[in-house]
């Protein structure tokens, strides 16, 4: 099936770092989605891109949407604690969400 | 309001058992979805109901059955629980079909001895 491909697979980050992980597809995609899935809880969306090329920001979060449609990246400035968690991109197509493998961020103090 | 809720959440089942994970959500949203979550797998899509009425096979659809009782509620049957089934599984609404947020619940945690 279709996969979305995320890495680094996992992190460890010192407080107060940046923090970047991408999301690549071998196909075109419309919409691009960033999660977050804390321990033991559901995702939960942090942004949502529409356009190539599109940046777009919620408080320390960036995002962007390739301009081949085929990837995006996540940014995260100045890790806190809380940001520990799963990150997920996900692609839709039609009326399904397509989610990729993950990339696990663990934050030290 | 409680958002998507599901229950149980956990349960062990023997191989050959059978079992039905229940989900509901108070946003008065059209569609509603089943994930499972794998390690390493991301989630994955095994049935969605784009409307009440209606209800379509996902990704990994095989030992499934799915029933949109009514606006409000999703529910997922394992008919015949196999160990390949442990797994964790998430439901989630949107308001319309392909509406980009989504609402996940807490999960079901499901194990097949």
């Known amino acids: 099936g279709q996969q979305l491909n995320q890495s680094p697979q996992s992190m460890f980050i010192q407080e107060g770092e940046d923090v970047s992980m991408n999301c690549t597809s071998s196909?075109?995609?419309?919409?691009w989605l960033w999660y977050k899935q804390d321990p033991g809880e559901g995702p939960v969306l942090l942004i949502a891109l529409y356009k190539a090329g599109e940046l777009t920001s919620n408080g320390r979060l960036t995002a962007q949407f390739g301009i081949t449609r085929k990837d995006s990246f996540l940014n995260i400035s100045a890790s806190i604690p809380s940001d520990v968690g799963i990150y997920f991109c996900a692609c839709l197509r039609t009326y399904k969400y397509i989610f990729g493998t993950g990339t696990r961020l663990k934050v030290l103090a | 309001n409680a958002g998507v809720t599901q229950t149980p959440k956990f349960q062990v089942l023997k191989t050959g058992q059978s079992m039905t994970l229940q989900c509901a959500q108070d946003m008065n949203h059209n569609s509603m979805y089943w994930y499972r979550q794998d390690p390493g797998m991301g989630l994955r899509l095994i049935y969605y109901?784009?409307?009440?009425?209606?209800?379509d096979k996902g990704e990994v659809p095989n030992g499934y059955n799915v029933s949109r009782l009514n606006k409000r509620e999703f529910s997922l049957r394992l008919e015949s629980a196999a160990p390949s089934q442990t797994s964790v599984y998430f439901c989630?609404?949107?308001?319309?079909?392909?509406?980009?947020?989504?609402?996940f619940g807490p999960g079901t945690r499901l194990t097949v001895t």
């Open positions: 196909s075109i995609f419309n919409t």
């Open positions: 109901s784009a409307s009440e009425g209606t209800t």
């Open positions: 989630a609404s949107s308001e319309a079909p392909g509406s980009y947020e989504q609402y």
